[in-house]
Each structure stands twice: as C-alpha cells, then as structure tokens.
C-alpha cells in the first residue's frame, strides 16, 4: 500500500468513527462466478471478510452469482469454497463464523465464531430460499402440526436460511441485483460500484461504509 492509499485509509476512518450513525450491522455483498474463480478472486473474499471484521461489522452475507454456471461448475465452486474456508478458518477462531449454502440451500460447512458471523450462498437465491421455508411450512400443515391460521410473516422468517435483515447491499463491477435475500433485503440500502472485485481495496469498502453513514434509512416510508 503505498502513503497515499494508507493516509486516504486513515481519513476514511476517522471519519466513520467520528460519524453519529453506527457502522452497517449486517453487510451483503453480491458477486458472480467469474469474480470468485479469477486468479485472486479467494484471496479477495479471504480480505474482504478480515476488513469487515475489523470494521466491527457483525453480519457479512456474500451471494455467488452461478446461474449460467452449470451444476458442476457451481459443486466446484462450493467445494472449493469449503476447502478454502477450512484452511483458514483455524486462525480466525473463535473471532469469525460460517456458513456455506450451495445452490440446493444444503448446509455444506460451518464453523463457530463469537464476533462475526458470515454467510456464503452459491447459486442459492431469495426465490428459492422462500420458496423452501413456504413448502416447510405446507408439510407441516399437512401433517397437523401447525394450522394455517398459525401462518404470519414471523413464521416464513422462521424458515429462512439468512435470518438477519441487510442493513445495505453491495453489488461489484455492475449495475443488477440478483434474487439474493429478496424477503430480509426488502428495505436495505442499494451500492452499486464499478470497481471490479480483483481489484477492490479496504479504502473502496470504507467509502461504501461512509455513504451509508450519510444516508437517511427511510425503510419503506
């Protein structure tokens, strides 16, 4: 990081520490399949989690775009991501936790973390995410152990894999949302940047963290 960047960083900083507004609770940020099997595409999600970590940032949700990626390239991805995370998840403890999704919305990997909690979803998006907390809740009416006047929205929030509401959305290097979290992201702030993910930096986060600050979160009104 040259003195420029690093003096730029301190700025930013300051200013969001300095800010009456809290940093964003929850954070979720939205990327494509080429984004993550770029050469450093790892490595990128590996410094993106330690900045949000260090920004006190308490719920990081990160959404892999594969919908034109076919089923074995998303089951590549979802391995890799496992492995990834595996290997370095010992040095994270017992700061960071995970959670890793693949497209069907299997649980494929989890690990404890008191500070931190982050979650990955490959291919997994809101439609269907709703889509199986609302036949969940079916079968149970079928089976007699609920009644369908038993149905409001706390109980499909039940259902849900995600179950924190994304104080803001970050989408990289584009200008379309997916599906991702379409139930809890209902009155989340939208951030587009047109900064590629292999080329993100810190100072590029605290910038979006700093826009959010200035914001008035009018959540629907």
């Known amino acids: 990081m040259n003195i420029i960047n690093s003096l730029y960083e301190n700025y930013l900083l300051n200013q969001i520490s300095d800010s009456s507004v809290d940093v964003p609770e929850h954070v979720s940020l ?27 940032i308490r719920v990081a949700s990160i959404y892999v775009d594969v919908l034109d990626a076919e089923e074995s390239l998303r089951s590549e991805m979802v391995e890799r991501l496992v492995k990834k995370l595996g290997d370095f998840l010992p040095k994270l403890a ?19 973390g008191m500070k931190m909690l982050v979650y990955v979803s490959v291919g997994f998006g809101g439609r269907k995410e709703v889509t199986k907390a609302v036949l969940s809740i079916l079968s149970d009416v079928r089976d007699g152990k609920m009644s369908s006047s038993d149905i409001f929205e706390e109980t499909i929030e039940s259902r849900l894999k995600v179950k ?28 587009f940047t047109d900064v590629n993910w292999h080329n993100m930096r810190k100072l590029d986060l605290l910038r979006i963290i700093r826009d959010f600050q200035k914001r008035q979160r009018r959540f629907g009104k």
């Open 164 to 191: 924190h509401e994304p104080d803001i959305f970050i989408r990289s290097g584009g200008r379309h949302l997916s599906d991702f979290l379409i139930w809890q992201a209902v009155y989340s702030e939208l951030y």
């Open 94 to 112: 017992p700061k960071i936790g995970f959670e890793v999704y693949s497209d069907d919305g299997e649980l494929r990997f989890k690990g404890e």
């Open 30 to 56: 939205v990327l494509s399949e080429k984004d993550l099997s770029h050469p450093n595409g790892f490595l990128k999600l590996k410094e993106y989690i330690y900045w949000c970590c260090q920004l006190d």
